[in-house]
Nanobody
Framework: QVQLVESGGGLVQAGGSLRLSCAAS????????MGWFRQAPGKPREFVAR????????AYADSVKERFTISRDGAKTTVYLQMNSLSPEDTAVYYC????????????????????WGQGTQVTVSS
């Protein structure tokens, strides 16, 4: 069982920045696929960013490209989502997700690929 613990959400003004963190309790993330998703009230959960912990390949939703950056620490224990130039449209609960090796075939851009989810952290951007 993988427990994901997110932190770093909060309230920020438009144009500001936040950094979200996601750690898997008691283990390294070697070989994992890690994703960030978000869900605004009344909307489906949507893909934000993904990283493969082996190799570091990343992918982003078009709506966050050039503003958000997903990364991992050197010890591969924590994944980050650096969010810059935030707008009210980014307001949502942000979820960290993980899939363990061996990874499935596919791009890991939808929730169906991920078996483990964090509890979510609220990000609110005021105008």
């Amino acid at each position: 069982q993988v427990q994901l613990v997110e932190s770093g959400g909060g309230l920020v003004q438009a144009g500001g920045s936040l950094r979200l963190s996601c750690a898997a309790s008691g283990r390294t993330l070697r070989g994992y696929a890690m994703g960030w998703f978000r869900q605004a009230p009344g909307k489906p959960r949507e893909f934000v960013a993904r990283i493969y912990l082996n190799g570091g390949s990343t992918a982003y939703a078009d709506s966050v490209k050039e503003r958000f950056t997903i990364s991992r620490d050197g010890a591969k224990t924590t994944v980050y989502l650096q969010m810059n130039s935030l707008s009210p449209e980014d307001t949502a609960v942000y979820y960290c997700a993980a899939d363990t090796p061996p990874l499935r075939a596919g791009d890991y851009l939808t929730p169906l690929y991920y078996d483990y989810w964090g509890q979510g952290t609220q990000v609110t951007v005021s105008s």
